[in-house]
């Protein structure tokens, strides 16, 4: 299963649990790496500007790492795939990054409004318990843990590139396109931000980063050869360019036993072979132009079974 996972979606997987179990490891010698590599508040005396992209691979408990790196595997493949490792990688860290400066921008609001600025020490219950605490303690405890705002960036991706795709939602009975999935995950961030819940969920992080990657693809789409070599083609582009390529290098190879090659020799001149060869070729390519030009949900069954069985060849 691990091979189908495309380079960096994997590499990021691997990662991500690997760090989560060091710290669950760790924790219980008194090594607290959440706090080490957490995004700490940037007025807090443990921050350091390292921490806007350690922080994408810490996280806070077992079901936080579960789902981040569920989204991350079930749509990172699918637009990895179609951009590319090192425009995928770019993509990742901007919405990491970009999040995590929303979710400073968003701490120090709370940090003016709720007057730590001019407060030197605050009754607090902590471990059950009624303590006095400066605040310079008390914003070192701001810290940010999790994959979450690259992830939302990722689910914005997804939307954009393949907006018309049908996905089913848990609890929805029924599937709805990509971009109403977004819009209803982007509202309800929206929603819960500004409720104050209180949850300890950095909702504005998470539309932070949907924000950061929403600039990001529209600058590719007006840019769409700037930066990142052949991985700035919008669209997918160089993802059919890939599925023409390997169309290209199956048929050039003989197919099947020597025998049925030699048999398929015998029933067939060389113009019959490569005028054969040539009709399947302008079908293909008549096939990934349609799909450039009116996405795939345009192709009739017949024509996305072809390209189907042509991807299937050995």
Sequence with gaps: MMRNIPTVTKNLLIVNVLAYLAYEVLRRTGVDLNNMFGLHFFLAQDFHVYQFVTYLFMHGGWDHIFFNMFALWMFGCVVENVWGPKKFLFYYIVCGVGAGICQELAQYVHYVAGGYANQGYELVEYGGRQVMLSTQTIINMWTTVGASGAIYGILLAFGMIFPEERIFIFPLPIPIKAKWFVLIYAGVELFSAFNNSGDGVAHLAHLGGMLFGFILIRYWKRHPYSGLGDYGMSKGHQFFDRMRTNWEQRTSKPQGSSQQRSEQTRRETD???????????????????????????????AEKQRLFDSSNKN
Excluded at 276 to 281: D, H, S, T
Aim: net charge positive; aromatic share 10%; hydrophobic share 25%.
């Design 271 to 301: 113009w019959d072979y490569n005028a054969r060869r040539q009709n399947e070729q302008q079908e293909i390519d008549r096939i990934l132009d349609k799909i450039r030009k009116s996405g795939y949900d345009s192709l009739s069954k």
